[in-house]
């Protein structure tokens, strides 16, 4: 659904999401830096 979508923007456009994880990123993951980010 919308993890899924933005999951998909994430590995096509990863310089828009500088992440420190490696680039497999696991929906909690995704959403710890959504909720960390300001």
């Known amino acids: 659904a ?3 979508q933005i ?3 994430v590995t096509r ?3 828009d999401f ?3 994880a ?3 990123v696991t929906p909690d993951r995704l959403i710890q830096e959504l ?3 300001p």
């Open 18 to 20: 500088p992440v420190t």
């Open 13 to 15: 456009n990863p310089r």
């Open 7 to 9: 999951d998909a923007i």
């Open 35 to 37: 909720t960390n980010s």
């Open 2 to 4: 919308i993890v899924n």
């Open 22 to 24: 490696p680039r497999i």
